[in-house]
């Protein structure tokens, strides 16, 4: 077996990668860009190389640099991950000209199943069924359009060479495909460097299944059964399940053949995805997927093997572990993905540092794969997911019962993430009959994310006893500094002369400030919230961790001091509050409902107003790209473009100005 391999990657993918090396004994070699210098990854390491700047282009995605730190660091082997060069055939092919082991499938396969367009064209020789569609090398914007109306619309726009959602767009009529046609070329040339795109009719209501195959160099190929990955936004996965509800034994059979057949047509060796979107009593193959997938712990969990060691002893030369009859589901296990994203502003990516990070314990029914810890920083350089989280037990509903309780212990303070989104999926009753299909969250979108609820009283009882108990030490730690620690002045539990011990906390949720009166007791605070009177007391801990009785009752709960604010995180959700500083001056500054602000650092690809023009509501004005994504800026009211400061190509910070629009009526 190899004495040393080296993670093309980063992230948690890289952390997952070097766990299984560890528990081989095989020494681990990371890679890092300048930015990932503290990275987990570089951390968790046997010994970790710099190879270039943050931008992924000029160090991850370096062929070059990366072969250069596997030979100063003696690697035998390179396992790519997934992303960057995963599925790239000249990284592969330069591997094995500078004597390294690939740890992924030959250069061949790669490029056969790299273009989704020449993938299909194997497919149909191969006798695996497709979906009615373009998929040819013609990519003249005329003859693209021509075809989505043999097609019929609506249709299905994808990029080629890749995956993840970039480069696709749906289009429900031919007045929109120039449009949608345009940017989803220019989001897969900046995604994966080639702007070529096929075309589909798209399903109205499939279900996106995938079957998880592997081979070997002696000919021997197995599949490991099939996962449902039907819940998605922006066209890509957030929860996956093995094995898929409601398959029944014969099409499980039926779908694990047409993906053994779909990698043997390539001459395929290592782990692979074969993807097939499902509907009615049909199924169609979509694209294989030249790598181990994102989704990949929950075959693990339900076939009690280790994927990643499969790869390295298949790289090694040996035979697979099992054949097919030997291969057996256990159990049911669901991943959800958790991304540093605002769900409520169309997952829009998020950034930031994390101020309080807190995963569930790990066990045999639950499994967290991270790259990151508490203090990382999130950035805008590269993909935004954090974890994932894996439950298993012995059939879905229980698998289930597991995942809410898990999504329910998370902890997480200083960047936007989506758990409460998860949350929502996972405690809806559609999910939990397993009625999915690829258009769960639009359908559902109303549902799974209500507008906020206002802070209930336990949630300001918490904030108050975290701030009485933050002025109390803070007195405390001031008292044993002074010349007189025992003077009275230190004292703040409420002392008053002649009067009725107590004072007046204020806290802003959102824009709603909610008074509220402490009366100083010796067992604990009365406090009165909304009109309501209760008792509280309780401990706070160095790490923000709280024992709370509320009236009576006990229970914990944390409190984060971030940014000026408290955070409570009470029982799987989470509530921002701000301490009003009675003696801070306060400014009404309203914000102008001209000002077209950029969400999130990125950069400009296009602009479609120019200074003068009269637009209407939700018309377009401005495309940001960032994180590999393009994000569509539109008109917040009818109105006449004054100023555009930026053009195509340039780079934008957060919170800056994009342009300026005179409200009024467009004409």
Known sequence: MFEKVLIANRGEIACRVMATLRRLGIRSVAVHSEADAQAAHVALADEAYLIGPAAAAESYLKIDAVLAAAKRAGAQAIHPGYGFLSENAAFAEACSNAGIVFIGPPPEAIRAMGSKSAAKALMEKAGVPLVPGYHGDKQDPKRLAAEAKKIGFPVLIKATAGGGGKGMRIVESAKDFAEALASAKREAAAAFGDNRVLIEAYLKRPRHIEVQVFADAQGNAVHLFERDCSIQRRYQKVVEEAPAPGMDPARRAEMGAAAIDAARACGYVGAGTVEFIAEGNHFYFMEMNTRLQVEHPVTEMITGHDLVEWQLRVAWGESLPCTQD?????????????????????????????????????????????????????????????????????????????????????????????????????AHPAYGAAEVDTGFIPKYLAELMP????????VLAVACLAELLHRRAGAAAAARKSSDPYSPWHDTAGWRLNVDTHSRLSFLDGETEIAVAVYYRAAGYHLVLNGKEVTAFGE??????????????????????????????????????????????????????????????????????????????GAPLIVLEAMKMEHRLSAAVDGKVGEVFYAPGDLVEEGVELLTLEEGEAR
Request: hydrophobic residues 45%; glycine residues 8%.
């Open 326 to 426: 030997q291969l057996t589901i256990t159990g049911h296990a669901i991943e959800a993905r958790i991304y540093a994203e605002d769900a409520a502003r169309d997952f829009m990516p998020a950034t930031g540092r994390l101020a309080r990070l807190k995963l569930p314990d790990q066990g045999p029914h639950l499994r967290v794969d991270s790259g990151v810890r508490q203090g990382d920083a999130v950035s805008v350089h590269y993909d935004p997911m954090l974890a994932k989280l894996v439950v298993w037990d012995r059939d879905r509903a229980s698998a289930l019962a597991r995942l809410r309780a898990a999504l329910s212990e998370i902890e997480i303070v200083g960047v936007t993430t989506n758990v409460p989104f998860l949350a929502a999926v996972a």
């Open 451 to 458: 507008a906020p609820a206002p802070a209930s009283n336990e």
């Open 540 to 617: 706070l801990g160095e790490d923000g961790a709280m024992l709370v009785e509320f009236n009576g009752r006990r229970f914990p709960a944390t409190v984060v001091r971030h940014e000026g604010d408290l955070v409570v995180l009470l029982r799987g959700a989470t509530h921002r509050l701000h301490v009003v500083d009675p003696l801070e001056a306060v400014e009404d500054e309203a914000e102008s409902t001209g000002r077209v602000i950029a969400p999130m650092p990125g950069k400009v690809v296009q602009v479609y107003v120019r200074p003068g023009d009269t637009v209407q509501r």
